[in-house]
């Protein structure tokens, strides 16, 4: 069965300075990684994800995140933090194979808060 | 272009009684799950559509729970003899295509709350 762990409840950081999210995940195959922020009162929005290729990935708002899979580890990063980052950060995974238990479905991490002060 | 969309944004019902939640995808995307978003949780994966069937509905966690999704569109989440233990967030996502590299695009989810 796949899992995704995000060891950090929050994160706290200071606007301009760079910051991490970090992420890690267990499949059975290969993984297809996925992050997602929600805003207060607002429905989960797609940030960037990695399939296969380049180790790291580009999305929206200036977000990137780094593959790594030895460490089976997928971080999310940005070199400058705006207060408007401020949200609840998820990190997802799909396994390529069907190893059951709802495989079909993005499997989340529990969520990590970023706190970016001005 | 319209995201996906849920309605009612809000429920309230008593223990007991029978709801259904109603998810409108991206028009033209073919697979649409469904997912629970307890307080401090993460989503959880409920059941996932092909079209008109039900290709994964393992997530579903008792036979009170069942979804629908008739013409390959709008789908129905209908949960039977409501439990308080049942009160959080549905939320329905759509993707483009069936393969698991497609990013999946939710809608703001429905809020019940079962007294």
């Known amino acids: 069965a796949q899992s995704v762990a995000q060891p950090e409840d929050q994160v706290n950081v200071a606007e301009g300075n760079p910051l991490t999210v970090k992420c890690t995940y267990s499949v059975s195959g290969n993984p297809y990684l996925f992050w997602y922020v929600q805003y207060p009162n607002r429905g989960l929005q797609f940030l960037l994800k990695y399939i296969t290729g380049d180790n790291l990935v580009k999305g929206s708002y200036g977000f990137e995140a780094e593959f790594n899979k030895s460490q089976t580890s997928f971080h999310l990063k940005k070199p400058s933090a705006l207060v408007s980052d401020s949200a609840l950060y998820f990190c997802?995974?799909?396994?390529?194979?069907?190893?059951?238990?709802?495989?079909?479905?993005?499997?989340f991490g529990k969520g990590t808060h970023l706190i970016i002060q001005p | 272009g319209a995201g996906v969309s849920q309605t009612p944004s809000n429920k309230v019902t008593e223990k007991g009684k029978y709801v259904e939640l109603r998810c409108d995808p991206i028009s033209g995307h073919t697979a649409l799950y469904w997912y629970r978003q307890s307080l401090g949780q993460g989503p959880e994966f409920l059941i996932y559509f092909q079209g008109t069937g039900a290709a994964d509905d393992s997530g579903l966690p008792n036979d009170r729970f069942f979804a629908v999704r008739p013409e390959g569109s709008v789908s129905t989440l209908k949960i039977q003899r409501t439990e308080r233990g049942d009160s959080a967030v549905y939320l329905c996502a759509s993707s483009l295509g069936v393969s698991r590299t497609y990013e999946q695009y939710f809608g703001p989810g429905t809020r019940l709350t079962v007294t």
């Open positions: 997802a995974v799909r396994d390529s194979l069907n190893s059951g238990g709802g495989a079909d479905g993005l499997t």
